[in-house]
């Protein structure tokens, strides 16, 4: 089983359409969660970070179920400019470290 | 430009030549980490640094792969008798401990002839 598993999508969403992704990761000792955004042929960037109590950011919301270990982004109103790949990322005391993994990512396109 | 920065950006080699790359993260940063990124795929952990320290390698890493950070501030990953499956986008990242938000160069993007 993978670490942190991903739907890859394809995700075709028309403009203004609201989109859910979902997560889910395998060690419960994980302790800080991250949503990265990544556009094609450029470095991942920070979308939002992942709190227990979940947290929004503007059109985008983040949810956290430890006991499930699900995490969960939720983009509304989605503009073209979202189209993207969205990794979902832990970080947690695997082996001793203290690294961050990575999913595979999901794609968003969103059309006209 | 305060941002992580990485060079070179793109590097063609023959196989079996060595190649070395270099970081340099946002100065306050004492965590330093590695990633591959091949097509498709989300990035892979290589390796990473608290300060000079190299912490965690990834068992999936050969022999043929070494990184340093000698002082506790650029680091260099080097990959000895490159093979075609080294193709990939090297990425760095850095961060303020270890539990922040980590910090992504542009990377260098590997391509092995």
């Known amino acids: 089983r993978k670490e942190v598993e991903q739907d890859p999508g394809p995700f075709n969403v028309p403009e203004g359409a609201t989109v859910a992704f979902n997560c889910t990761y395998s060690?419960?000792?994980?302790?800080?969660f991250f949503w990265y955004r990544q556009d094609c042929r450029k470095e991942p960037k920070l979308l939002m970070s992942?709190?227990?109590s979940g947290n929004e950011d503007g059109r985008f919301t983040a949810q956290l179920n430890r006991a499930s270990q699900y995490i969960s982004l939720l983009i509304r109103d989605s503009k073209l400019s979202d189209s993207a790949t969205y990794l979902c990322?832990?970080?947690?005391?695997?082996?001793?470290?203290?690294?961050?993994?990575f999913g595979t990512g999901t794609q968003l396109k969103v059309e006209l | 430009d305060t941002g992580v920065s990485q060079d070179p950006r793109h590097k063609i080699t023959k196989r079996g030549q060595n190649v070395t790359f270099r970081c340099d993260p946002i100065?306050?940063?004492?965590?330093l980490y590695w990633y591959r990124q091949t097509l498709g795929q989300g990035p892979e952990f290589l390796t990473y640094?608290?300060?000079?320290?190299?912490?965690?390698k990834s068992r999936l890493l050969s022999d043929r792969f070494s990184a340093e950070r000698p002082k506790g501030s650029f680091s260099t990953l080097e990959i000895q008798r490159t093979e075609q499956g080294d193709s990939a986008m090297y990425l760095c990242?850095?961060?303020?401990?270890?539990?922040?938000?980590?910090?992504f160069g542009q990377g260098t993007r590997l391509t092995v002839v």
């Open positions: 990242a850095s961060s303020l401990g270890g539990t922040t938000e980590a910090f």
């Open positions: 060690n419960s000792a994980s302790q800080s």
């Open positions: 992942v709190y227990s």
């Open positions: 990322v832990v970080r947690g005391l695997t082996g001793g470290g203290n690294k961050l993994t």
């Open positions: 100065s306050e940063h004492n965590r």
């Open positions: 640094f608290q300060n000079e320290a190299q912490l965690e």
